[in-house]
């Protein structure tokens, strides 16, 4: 079992930056497989981004990819997501996701642990 709690939403215009952190409680981090999802109002979840246990390997949708960077610190069992160069079209509800399979999965059906989100909204 972990609680996973994300922070660090808010509004920013277009352009601008957010760190996302997600804090975890619980059975040990470092055996989870993590990641960083997005819902927006009537859309599904969509994966943005994954990291490996260790941290050594880290995965990227298309859309984000070159703007976010994935990372974790195991000693502060928190995970990251630092978004750059934000756009209106990335405005969402954002969660993290924790997992104990071996690899990163873009299936949020994969995951079984989630916070509760944080919102990011992105004005033109």
Do not use: H
Not at 44 to 65: C, L, M, P, Q
Not at 92 to 97: K, M, R
């Amino acid at each position: 079992q972990v609680q996973l709690a994300e922070s660090g939403g808010g509004l920013v215009q277009a352009g601008g930056s957010l760190r996302l952190s997600c804090a975890a409680s619980g059975r040990s981090f470092s055996s989870f497989v993590m990641g960083w999802f997005r819902q927006a109002p009537g859309k599904e979840r969509e994966f943005v981004a994954g990291i490996s246990r260790s941290g050594g390997n880290t995965f990227y949708s298309d859309s984000v990819k070159g703007r976010f960077t994935i990372s974790r610190d195991n000693a502060k069992n928190t995970v990251y997501l630092q978004m750059n160069s934000l756009k209106p079209e990335d405005t969402a509800v954002y969660y993290c996701g924790a997992e104990t399979g071996l690899f990163v999965s873009p299936l949020p059906q994969k995951y079984s642990y989630w916070g509760q989100g944080t919102q990011v909204t992105v004005s033109s």
